[in-house]
């Protein structure tokens, strides 16, 4: 959780896209409600489900989509000294830092670095094995 704080403090800080402000947060359920909790924000609009985007009109489609392109272009700007996940402190008022992924207690250099162990984390696949390929309809995937 406060690495997702984190992430939002950092995208509000180094970006334009619009995120909640986080009021305060609480990463143990040892507090007194006993649960996790993120209080924030809540932003203006609704969240676009199948339903409603079935339901935009086509003049704003233009609009929807170079504001996606924008936040995707934003976030693909945004560097880091290395691949792991975002920390503000267990306190979330440190300057933002990575720190080891959950996933395998360490940080990479590269994303190729992370890619790779992710890979030869998967039961399928291992040093020197290349995936099996599945034909899935009309199209293979990879196994």
């Given at each position: 959780?406060?690495?997702?704080?984190?992430?939002?403090?950092?995208?509000?800080?180094?970006?334009?896209?619009?995120?909640?402000?986080?009021?305060?947060?609480?990463?143990?359920?040892?507090?007194?409600?006993?649960?996790?909790?993120?209080?924030?924000?809540?932003?203006?609009?609704?969240?676009?489900?199948?339903?409603?985007?079935?339901?935009?009109?086509?003049?704003?489609?233009?609009k929807i989509t170079e504001q996606l392109a924008d936040y995707t272009f934003q976030l693909s700007r945004l560097e880091f000294e290395s691949v792991?996940?975002?920390?503000?402190?267990?306190?979330?008022?440190?300057?933002?830092?990575?720190?080891?992924?959950?996933?395998?207690?360490?940080?990479?250099?590269?994303?190729?670095?992370?890619?790779?162990?992710?890979?030869?984390?998967?039961?399928?696949?291992?040093?020197?094995?290349?995936?099996?390929?599945?034909?899935?309809?009309?199209?293979?995937?990879?196994?």
């Open positions: 959780m406060t690495s997702e704080v984190a992430t939002l403090r950092v995208i509000a800080a180094r970006t334009t896209i619009p995120v909640p402000e986080v009021y305060d947060f609480d990463a143990k359920a040892t507090d007194a409600f006993g649960y996790r909790y993120i209080l924030m924000q809540a932003l203006p609009g609704r969240q676009m489900d199948a339903r409603l985007s079935r339901t935009v009109p086509r003049a704003n489609w233009d792991g996940r975002l920390w503000c402190g267990s306190s979330g008022d440190e300057p933002p830092s990575i720190i080891a992924g959950l996933d395998f207690g360490k940080t990479y250099q590269t994303s190729l670095e992370y890619f790779y162990a992710v890979a030869y984390k998967s039961p399928s696949m291992g040093p020197g094995r290349a995936p099996r390929r599945r034909r899935m309809g009309n199209r293979f995937m990879d196994t």
